[in-house]
């Protein structure tokens, strides 16, 4: 029975060690990248592929930083409404219309953070209040 407290003891000890070296940031950014991967699996991958590869000259990668940084402040849109028109994306030209979704505000900032932090390796994460001011400012 001693052992076994003094176990359980040194595990609670570990966890707690291990969550008072995580700041709140990387706790949030955990939180968005899982979340966002669930949404990903569900509402783009079939298009954009498992890693965010695309699909040839269909649908475009998500894996293009340069594309993902020059239209950050509207990505959300884009996510929210679609987009119809050519798209020049990792030096492809892409023409197809990708479709409005019925995602959340909540949900396009785990996406985008999914994006951003696991397919192309960044750490930033996209935060509900920017997305809300996106969609606010969507033309």
């Known amino acids: 029975m001693r052992t076994l407290l003094t176990t359980c003891f040194i595990i609670g000890c570990l966890l707690l060690a291990l969550i008072g070296c995580q700041n709140e940031i990387d706790i949030r950014t955990a ?14 991958q079939n298009c954009h592929g498992e890693k965010g590869e695309g699909l040839g000259n ?14 950050q402040q509207n990505l959300a849109c884009i996510v929210k409404y679609g987009t119809t028109g050519e798209l020049e994306v990792a030096g492809k030209k892409f023409n197809n219309t990708m479709p409005a979704s019925n995602l959340s505000a909540v949900d396009i900032a785990y996406v985008l953070t999914y994006i951003s932090t696991k397919i192309n390796k960044g750490k930033e994460i996209f935060p509900l209040n920017e997305v809300e001011k996106q969609l606010k400012n969507c033309q």
């Open 31 to 44: 939180q968005y990248t899982v979340n966002g991967q669930k949404v990903y699996i569900t509402h783009c």
């Open 58 to 71: 269909l649908y475009p990668p998500l894996t293009d930083t340069k594309f993902l940084k020059d239209n």
